[in-house]
């Protein structure tokens, strides 16, 4: 039995009783995995059972940069964090790098200069949840700042990372994405990275990948490219880049998908062909949002002969203008369709006339499964009896079409007060959201 300083034991009661120091040492180090490495290190004060526990948590968490005054500070803290804990295998490891602004003193070199040494470090220890950002994640305020990215100077190989998380990291030459070493690897988020150089993310594994606010572009003339080649991929979503749009390898396994593009993704310069929605044609929800200056899917739909899976369908106004076309594509197309959700906002002004040919030779009807049909539009939306007709025109009865007119915010996002939709939740969380 452990004595104190007196030589009695302590007491087993009341207040003064150590009753969480008193668990199994394995408990308390999960517990501590939950707190930044700062906070768990501090625990060491607590007493003498507590002086060592934080050696053994199995999570790295150095993101709270903004605790440290300098960049040197921060990188003082890990290097020897990294020195004195165990040997211990990681769950997750989570790196940023400190947010230093440009003075005086500023070295360019010192926020990152030791973000290679750290993930190498983090794969030695078998990590299976491997994060790197460029900037402190509770400080809401530094995404929308003009902060440098981390550039990547390590390479990702790994048996038993599953889950990889990065924010404002920008590949180099030397080290592009590729993940083909990490045969268990399930998840990647990516949101704010860049490259000057050829994108290639390859993973057999990957299930899950979301691709968003992405700056990607080439400066090889000959053959710019942003390939991606994810044969088991589940879930995709591809949301606010810039530059080239990564050309997607067959995706047979594909569920859902979230496109949504802004007049700053283009393809003109990528010589390897777009066929994004081809690569799409076996998923079972599927939502296409494209801003009236952006990249079009209209040619590329084209080359669609059937979405034969496709049971929920979200679409903004690239559909309906300047013609019905890409929407009577999708009715024609998609025979087993239950859900359909448009998502109307202001006219495009600036729409011409298509030389592509939407309407089919022959007479069809919509799926026979569609049951909904959701319209959301602003008032007095001159569009949306014409849409009514041609939906009337090709079989979809009236009373399964719900119109809600509502008001635009600021940001572009629609607020329909009666509008619910909790009974239609599907694997998405962003398809149908008003």
Same mark, same amino acid.
């Given at each position: 039995m452990r004595r104190g300083f007196?030589?009695?034991?302590?007491?087993?009661g009341g207040c003064?009783?150590?009753?969480?120091?008193?668990?199994?040492?394995?408990?308390?180090?999960?517990?501590l995995s939950f707190l930044p490495s700062r906070e768990a290190v501090r625990t060491c004060l607590l007493s003498r059972r507590w002086r060592h526990q934080w050696k053994s948590a199995p999570a790295l968490r150095?993101?709270?940069?903004?605790?440290?005054k300098s960049a040197q500070r921060f990188n003082e803290f890990v290097n020897h964090l990294i020195v004195l804990r165990d040997r211990t295998p990681l769950h997750a490891c989570e790196i940023a790098a400190y947010k230093e602004y440009k003075g005086r003193y500023y070295d360019d070199e010192e926020p990152s200069r030791y973000t290679d040494l750290w993930i190498r470090y983090a794969m030695s220890c078998n990590v299976r949840l491997l994060r790197l950002s460029n900037h402190d994640p509770s400080d809401l305020d530094a995404q929308y700042e003009n902060i440098e990215d981390v550039l990547l100077h390590a390479h990702i190989a790994s048996h038993h990372l599953t889950t990889l998380e990065l924010e404002g990291v920008m590949f180099s030459c030397e080290y592009p994405l590729d993940l083909s070493s990490c045969p268990n690897l399930e998840t990647i988020k990516m949101n704010r990275c860049s490259s000057l150089i050829h994108v290639n993310i390859w993973s057999r594994s990957v299930r899950c990948l979301c691709i968003?606010?992405?700056?990607?572009?080439?400066?090889d003339e000959e053959k710019p490219r942003a390939a991606v080649y994810v044969p088991s991929l589940v879930y995709l979503e591809l949301n606010g880049g810039r530059g080239l749009v990564p050309a997607f390898e067959s995706m047979p396994l594909l569920q859902t998908a979230s496109i949504k593009f802004d007049w700053t993704s283009t393809r003109?310069?990528?010589?390897?062909?777009?066929?994004?929605?081809?690569?799409? @044609?076996?998923a079972?929800?599927?939502?296409?949002?494209?801003e009236p200056q952006a990249l079009s899917f209209r040619k590329d739909?084209?080359?669609?002969?059937?979405?034969s899976k496709l049971k929920t369908l979200s679409l903004n106004d690239w559909c309906v203008e300047p013609d019905f076309g890409p929407l009577l594509h999708f009715l024609q197309r998609s025979p087993s369709l239950e859900k359909l959700c448009l998502r109307l906002s202001k006219p495009d002004e600036h729409a011409k006339e298509t030389n592509a040919s939407y309407v089919s030779t022959e007479p069809f009807l919509a799926s026979k499964h569609l049951r909904v049909v959701k319209i959301r539009c602003q008032a007095n939306d001159e569009r949306v009896p014409k849409?009514?007709?041609?939906?009337? @025109?090709?079989?979809v009865p009236a009373e399964q079409i719900d119109v809600k007119e509502g008001n635009w915010s600021s940001e572009g996002k629609s607020i329909y007060k009666s509008f619910q939709i909790s009974k239609f939740c599907i694997p998405m969380p962003c398809m149908f959201e008003v």
């Open positions: 007196d030589g009695k034991a302590p007491a087993t003064g009783a150590d009753r969480l120091g008193a668990l199994p040492d394995e408990i308390l180090q999960h517990a150095v993101a709270d940069v903004d605790a440290f968003t606010e992405y700056d990607f572009y080439s400066y003109e310069d990528n010589n390897d062909g777009f066929l994004l929605l081809g690569r799409l @044609s076996d079972t929800n599927l939502e296409l949002i494209s739909l084209m080359r669609c002969t059937a979405f849409i009514l007709k041609v939906m009337s @025109s090709y079989g």
